[in-house]
C-alpha cells in the first residue's frame, strides 16, 4: 500500500496535468469560462428558492444558501462518481502504455471537480455574509474541513465504481438513477425537520450524506461549529469507501488492462 501512495505521488505532475486539462477543455471558447461554476448554481438556486420558499413557507433569503450549499456539495460527488466511473475507459490509451497506478485517473476527477466546487463555494460564502453577516466566526474555519473529506469521498467512490465500470460498461448509467434515489432520501434541498416531521428520522440521524453537508452547513448556515458525530460518521464514511476501493483495487488492477 505504501508503495502504492508513493507511485502515485511519483506520478503527480502527470495526473495534475490531466486534471487541469480537464478544465481547460471544459470552458474553451467560453467567455466567463470558469465563473459559470458560480453562476449556473446560482441561477438555479434562486430558481428553486422561490417555489421551495413558497411551499415551506421559509424566507428566501435564509432558504437559499441552503439550496446553494446541498447543491454545489452533491453535485460534486454525483459528478466525480458517475464521471469517474468512466475514468479507465477514458483514459485507456494512457492505461495501455504506461504503468501509473490506476487510481490518478479517478484522482483526476476528484481534483478538477473540487477546484469547481472550490469556485461555487464562493457565492455561497457571499450570499452568507451579506445576507447572514451574525454567522460570521471563528467557526468558520471548520467548513474548509469540508473539502478534503468530499474530496476523500469522492476518490474512494470513483475509484469503486471505476473498477466496476471497466467490466459492466451500464453501470455508468445505473448509477445516475441510484444517485437519483439518494437524492430524493436525504436532506440536500429540504430541510432535515420535513423527514423529522414525517417520522423519517433515521434518514436524518443515519444518512453519512446529511452529516457531510453539516459540515460546511453548521458554521457557514448557522454559526456553529459541526458536531463529533458529524466528523464520526463522514470519517467513518471516508474508512469504509477507501477500504472498499483497495479491496477492489488490489483484486482487479492487474485485469482491467483485459476490460478495455
Not at 471505476?162 to 445516475?176: Q, V, W
Not at 443515519?206 to 454559526?223: E, M, S
Request: positive net charge; aromatic residues 16%; contains cysteine.
Amino acid at each position: 500500500m505504501v508503495n502504492y501512495l508513493r507511485g502515485i505521488w511519483a506520478a503527480r505532475y502527470f495526473w495534475w496535468h490531466l486534471s487541469m486539462s480537464d478544465l481547460r477543455s471544459r470552458w474553451r471558447r467560453s467567455f466567463f469560462g470558469l465563473f459559470w461554476s458560480i453562476l449556473q448554481p446560482l441561477g438555479l438556486t434562486l430558481l428553486l428558492s422561490l417555489v421551495f420558499s413558497r411551499i415551506f413557507g421559509m424566507r428566501i433569503t435564509e432558504y437559499a444558501p441552503y439550496i446553494l450549499s446541498g447543491m454545489i456539495m452533491w453535485e460534486y460527488v454525483v459528478g466525480s462518481v458517475i464521471g469517474g466511473s468512466l475514468a479507465f475507459v477514458q483514459a485507456d490509451a494512457y492505461i495501455k502504455q504506461t504503468r501509473h497506478p490506476l487510481a490518478i485517473y479517478t484522482l483526476r476527477n476528484a481534483l478538477s471537480g473540487l477546484i469547481v466546487l472550490a469556485t461555487a463555494s464562493l457565492a455561497l460564502v457571499g450570499w452568507v455574509l451579506i445576507v447572514m453577516p451574525h454567522d460570521f466566526g471563528w467557526c468558520w474555519l471548520a467548513a474548509l474541513s469540508a473539502f478534503p473529506i468530499l474530496g476523500l469521498v469522492a476518490w474512494a467512490g470513483a475509484t469503486i465504481t471505476a473498477y466496476i465500470a471497466a467490466r459492466f460498461r451500464d453501470l455508468p448509467h445505473a448509477l445516475g438513477l441510484i444517485m437519483q434515489a439518494m437524492w430524493f432520501v436525504s436532506p440536500i434541498y429540504f430541510e432535515p425537520s420535513t423527514f423529522r416531521t414525517g417520522g423519517l428520522h433515521a434518514l436524518v440521524d443515519f444518512n453519512p450524506i446529511y452529516h457531510l453537508l453539516q459540515i460546511a452547513r453548521a458554521p457557514l448556515l448557522h454559526g456553529q461549529w459541526p458536531s463529533m458525530e458529524n466528523y464520526g460518521w463522514s470519517g467513518g464514511t471516508v474508512v469504509v469507501l477507501g477500504t472498499i476501493a483497495i479491496l477492489v483495487g488490489r483484486r482487479s488492477e492487474k485485469r482491467v488492462i483485459f476490460y478495455l
